[in-house]
């Protein structure tokens, strides 16, 4: 199990080079923007324009702050996000376009290689407490405002906004989350 701080992210510009996206984890480590197997980024959408085009991957987004924006997608009726929206699933490696409700918008951004991995992403509404199991090869917990504290086995601490816990496979003990935040769940599972 790590945390992963947000003062640690990594910054980087968009594969397009519309924007800049943060980095929260990726795997391998060190991965470039062509041969990540997984990556989890976060990223300011402050124009209306296309998507990055990624070959082979999958991609979940969910709208983290803004009014939100509508996807037009290569062969498919337009599709509104916003915060409330679930997080959305489709393929990367299509045509889209992204027009903004009402200014910018920070986004969520979960993308698996199709041939090898495969992805879920839930929102997670913390009033007090949240329990459940982590079945999945690798799980990460990314708080997106305020601040949990977590019980895993042996081990317990605390996330902030912007931070993210992330458990490896040989942890399949049940994780408890206390406190008042708004987290996401993600679930990676190789093929």
Same mark, same amino acid.
């Given at each position: ?48 324009? !296309? &998507?990055?085009?990624?070959?082979? %991957?999958?991609? +979940?987004?969910?709208?983290?702050? @803004?009014?939100?924006?509508? #996807? ?14 679930? !997080? &959305?699933?489709?393929?990367?490696? %299509?045509?889209? +376009?992204?027009?903004?409700?009402? @200014?910018?918008?920070?986004? #969520? ?83």
């Amino acid at each position: 199990m790590q945390i992963l701080r947000a003062a640690n992210h990594r910054r980087m510009p968009w594969k397009n080079g519309g924007g800049e996206t943060v980095e929260v984890a990726a795997s391998p480590q060190g991965a470039t923007l062509g041969d990540f197997d997984w990556r989890v980024s976060m990223a300011t959408v402050a124009f209306d324009g !296309p &998507f990055s085009i990624f070959p082979g %991957i999958d991609r +979940t987004l969910s709208i983290l702050s @803004g009014s939100g924006m509508t #996807l037009e997608i290569d062969g498919h009726e337009p599709v509104l996000l916003a915060q409330q929206s679930p !997080p &959305f699933a489709f393929a990367a490696d %299509i045509a889209v +376009t992204a027009q903004l409700i009402a @200014g910018p918008i920070t986004d #969520l951004n979960v993308m698996t290689r199709r041939d090898a991995f495969m992805h879920k992403v839930e929102r997670l509404h913390i009033e007090r407490s949240w329990s459940g199991s982590l079945p999945a090869a690798i799980s990460l917990v990314l708080c997106h405002e305020g601040e949990a504290a977590f019980e895993l086995a042996e081990e317990s601490g605390m996330i902030y906004a912007g931070d993210v816990l992330m458990i490896e496979a040989h942890c399949r003990a049940a994780l408890t989350l206390a406190g008042a935040a708004t987290c996401y769940l993600i679930s990676i599972t190789a093929i």
